[in-house]
């Protein structure tokens, strides 16, 4: 089978990517930080057809070349590495600069490889919208909106920041594509926020971004929590599409815009208390979810969903199986 070089191989996102190429029998690289990662992940793995490469730096010159290199037969990228955090002091060189760096490196890299065909890169529904639009509900947006906020405006704070990075690294590739034509076929996947299990093991002190709000509201010890709302996805839905883009031609040059509808942390709350009653966990604001997303804008993925040969798994059962998977790790 075929060999694909994820990057961020650490990943929640990409070790659902993972496993699911290894069940198909694809040889996969994954990029990790470290020789202490990239043990630990292989261990938990454990399948022959997956190795590592060390990258500590997505910003360093040429940071993917080495790896790539001792790989020439490589036929797919998938980059899914890029900073997700809204904890940071300096947004420009925490953010945005590792993340269009980081985007730079490995579509620089793909020049050095002769068998490469298809390029996934993992963008993201802030590549859609800007924080603030996402809040408006005058607007509707669709595979074909961008999130056009200045660099300089993505300085100014984390969640801008973030929001920035995603949309100017994916414009990024887009652009290197129009430039090197014959380089590899393009597409794009623009997750909401994405919840779900982890692929092979979880850790309740260290879940993903989404997720965290899930682990905090199973040790939250009064109804004082942060009512996040936004779009959702499931973590599986992600994966598959990333490996339908692989296999499929359908999606060349197209955005996948992931999104399953609004959801609240109020809902997932409620979720939680309905299928976990043994839990007794704190109960907030009890059915106000649907009036909790009201301020958010409309969102037309349908194009999306007709590209894609299956249907979206709901919030109900995302929460479930991550709440069931946190309390079978204790």
Not at 312 to 328: G, K, R, W, Y
Request: aromatic share 10%.
């Amino acid at each position: 089978m075929p060999a694909v070089y994820i990057t961020g191989a650490n990943g929640f996102i990409a070790q659902h990517i993972i496993k699911i190429l290894l069940e198909k029998g694809y040889t996969v690289i994954g990029t990790i930080r470290s020789k202490e990662k990239g043990e630990k992940l292989s261990k938990i793995i454990n399948n022959p057809n997956f190795q590592y490469e060390i990258v500590p730096e997505l910003n360093a010159p040429d940071a993917f070349h080495e790896s790539l290199k001792k790989h020439q037969d490589i036929e797919y990228i998938v980059h899914s590495a890029s900073p997700v955090t809204y904890t940071v002091n300096d947004p420009e060189l925490d953010i945005i600069i590792p993340a269009l760096k980081g985007t730079e490196n490995i579509l620089n890299g793909t020049l050095l490889l002769p068998k490469l065909k298809k390029f996934i890169l993992t963008s993201s529904d802030s590549a859609i919208y800007s924080n603030i639009d996402e809040r408006n509900n005058k607007f509707t947006f669709d595979e074909s909106s961008w999130n056009n906020v200045a660099y300089e405006e993505g300085k100014k704070d984390p969640v801008g920041g973030y929001y920035v990075s995603k949309a100017l690294g994916e414009k990024k590739a887009w652009k290197f594509l129009e430039t090197h034509q014959n380089a590899f076929q393009l597409t794009t996947v623009c997750p909401s926020y994405v919840f779900g299990n982890q692929a092979f093991k979880v850790d309740p002190k260290n879940l993903n971004f989404s997720n965290s709000y899930v682990g905090d509201l199973l040790t939250a010890k009064n109804d004082q929590f942060e009512n996040e709302i936004g779009g959702f996805i499931d973590v599986v839905d992600v994966a598959k599409a990333h490996v339908f883009a692989i296999e499929n031609d359908s999606v060349i040059g197209k955005r996948l815009f992931l999104n399953n509808g609004k959801f609240s942390v109020q809902m997932i709350l409620d979720i939680i208390n309905k299928n976990f009653p043994q839990l007794n966990l704190i109960k907030g604001n009890v059915g106000s979810g649907q009036k909790d997303v009201e301020v958010l804008a409309n969102v037309n993925n349908e194009f999306t969903k007709k590209l894609l040969p299956w249907q979206f798994t709901s919030l109900e059962t995302s929460v479930i199986n991550t709440v069931q998977q946190i309390l079978d790790s204790k």
